[in-house]
């Protein structure tokens, strides 16, 4: 069964910091890693990864993912209070559907 | 003009009882999942339809029964509702060729 753990599970800053978030994972016949926002609702989507090395970035988020080590952080520098939310890493495993499996995530908690 | 569309937001209901959740989504996308979120935040796959057929249907109580009316529509209906049903229910969408979901906002069900 695939699997996909975070690390940690929970995380309290001050504002300002850099924070560094763990997913890795399990699966069979990967295809993508996604990273995703879970604020009070929805979880909104923020990067999909599918190969090794190549940093994707937007504004002060970015992500890496490791196909070798079987693992993928999320980095949130210069932390701001709309940053608390918990984030959800996910993996696609390629048997013809798009079924996510989700790791617990981390919730995130930036102190002013 | 949103996305992904859940209705209700909120059911609140007694045991044995029967509900539906509507899940409606408007950026045209041929695949819609139901994702239950346990009060652990943990997220999980519970179906999945492409063009109106099950291609997902993971190991659910056959008290839960997906319905796709069109591409555009995916239900779901809970006959005896219990206490252990009680969650945030979350629909998605996604394109075939893409393993990006979205997600709509939630119901959350409590059962009483």
Redesign the interface.
């Known amino acids: 069964e695939d699997k996909v753990v975070q690390s940690p599970l929970s995380l309290v800053v001050h504002e300002g910091d850099t924070v560094t978030l763990n997913c890795s994972y399990e699966v069979t016949n990967f295809r993508s890693l996604l990273w995703y926002k879970q604020e009070k609702k929805a979880p909104t989507f923020l990067f999909m990864l599918t190969s090794s090395g190549i940093e994707k970035k937007s504004g002060r988020l970015s992500s890496i993912l490791d196909k070798k080590e079987l693992f993928s952080i999320l980095n949130i520098t210069a932390t701001q209070t709309g940053d608390s939310a918990v984030y959800l890493c996910a993996v696609v495993s390629n048997f013809g559907n798009e079924k996510l499996t989700f790791g617990t995530g981390t919730r995130l908690t930036i102190i002013p | 003009d949103t996305a992904?569309s859940q209705t209700p937001k909120y059911l609140v209901t007694q045991m044995g009882n029967d509900k539906s959740i509507k899940c409606e989504q408007n950026l045209g996308h041929d695949?819609m999942?139901w994702y239950k979120q346990d009060s652990?935040?943990?997220?999980?796959?519970m179906f999945?339809y492409?063009n109106k057929e099950l291609?997902?249907n993971e190991t659910v109580p056959n008290r839960f029964s997906p319905k796709s009316p069109d591409k555009a529509h995916l239900n779901l209906h809970i006959n005896s509702l219990e206490l252990g049903d009680s969650a945030v229910y979350?629909c998605a969408s996604?394109r075939?060729s893409?393993?990006?979901?979205?997600?709509?906002?939630?119901t959350r069900l409590s059962v009483l």
Do not use: D, H, W
Request: aromatic fraction near 20%; glycine fraction near 8%.
């Open positions: 992904v695949t999942y652990k935040k943990f997220l999980k796959i999945s492409n291609i997902i979350f996604s075939t893409s393993n990006i979901q979205y997600f709509g906002a939630g």
